[in-house]
């Protein structure tokens, strides 16, 4: 079945691409495109908009080189495929006028932020391994559907970002286990594994503050092409619904470890003008930690689009607990 599924969603990607005169090439394995024969900020058409659609749903993520894009055609090519989310919080670095792209540039935005230098954000929120993997806004109860990130300044090595593919990752799961985690439910909170610095911590105050948090099935049905897919991640996940606090960790080490299996993963080494264009349904990715010494800037612009209420494969969907509503940011 999911060997037919797979053979159609490539019959489709290819018989779009050639409609579009574009080319479509693989990156790794089971997941990850780079696209040529696109100027995004010349607007696309309704062949070529189905054909970056089909390879987005086949490859999870795609990439784009030497782009023009400013903050407008930014937004305008978002807006070609869902609704850009506008956040009512940004960051300082976030350009004005523009609601809709957020602005990540790491030695402005997390420098001295809550009284942390970079160095201790980093170590207090990823004190494990696999702690930075993470889908965008995955405490609420409707993450984005995907996010489109382009590089304006990057170091000239290092920087890099991983994505990975979670309905490989949950094929690659034994019948056995597909089974047993396909019923499963786990809350999603923000703040979740944070390490607190002694005495007052200004971090913990705004999670306080800002608390997010949602039930999402373990598997959540894809909206589009109806993959199964491990819905897990390092950093929002708190604790499986009906299991015991070790069985629960023990299991989502198990899932996250599958999760980030590096056959089902691609690295994409940032060029200024880069784009990269995510299913935040379907996949999770790790913002680079290789970088934070090295004395060269990294900024980057997001636009994010919206998504749905995730469906389990019984068809129940996801529940708020605190700090989210459909459609409402």
């Not at 495929?81 to 990540?104: H, I």
């Not at 489109?148 to 970002?161: C, H, S, W």
């Not at 597909?178 to 999603?188: I, K, Q, S, T, Y």
Request: overall charge neutral; aromatic content about 8%.
């Amino acid at each position: 079945m999911t060997t037919d599924r797979t053979a159609a969603e490539r019959t489709a990607e290819s018989r779009a691409a050639r409609a579009a005169g574009i080319e479509v090439e693989p990156a790794a394995g089971h997941i990850g495109a780079e696209i040529h024969g696109l100027g995004l900020a010349r607007g696309l058409d309704a062949a070529q908009v189905e054909a970056v659609r089909a390879a987005l749903l086949r490859w999870k993520v795609v990439f784009f080189r030497d782009q023009r894009l400013d903050h407008a055609g930014h937004v305008a090519f978002a807006r070609l495929f869902g609704d850009p989310v506008v956040l009512p919080r940004r960051g300082k670095a976030s350009p004005a006028g523009f609601p809709e792209v957020e602005t990540t540039a790491d030695r402005l935005e997390l420098g001295g932020r809550f009284g942390m230098e970079h160095d201790e954000w980093l170590r207090r929120r990823r004190h494990t391994l696999l702690r930075g993997w993470h889908c965008d806004h995955g405490a609420r109860v409707d993450p984005p559907a995907a996010t489109i990130l382009r590089a304006e300044t990057v170091p000239p090595y290092g920087g890099d970002t991983t994505w990975s593919n979670l309905a490989a990752a949950y094929a690659g799961l034994s019948a056995p286990m597909r089974a047993f985690v396909d019923g499963l439910r786990a809350e999603h909170r923000l703040g979740v594994g944070y390490q607190p610095r002694p005495g007052d911590d200004a971090y913990v105050r705004h999670l306080l503050d800002h608390q997010t948090a949602s039930v999402h099935p373990l598997v959540r049905v894809h909206p589009e092409t109806g993959e199964r897919v491990l819905f897990v991640n390092g950093y929002y996940v708190e604790q499986i619904a009906g299991l015991s606090r070790p069985e629960s960790a023990a299991v989502l080490e198990l899932l996250l470890e599958q999760a980030t299996r590096p056959e089902y993963t691609v690295r994409f080494r940032w060029r200024p003008g880069s784009v990269a264009f995510w299913d935040n349904r379907a996949t999770i990715h790790l913002a680079p930690s290789d970088n934070a010494h090295l004395d060269h800037p990294r900024t980057m612009h997001r636009v994010m689009l919206a998504g749905d209420v995730p469906a389990g494969v019984d068809g129940t969907r996801s529940e708020a607990v605190v700090g989210s509503a459909p459609g409402r940011w």
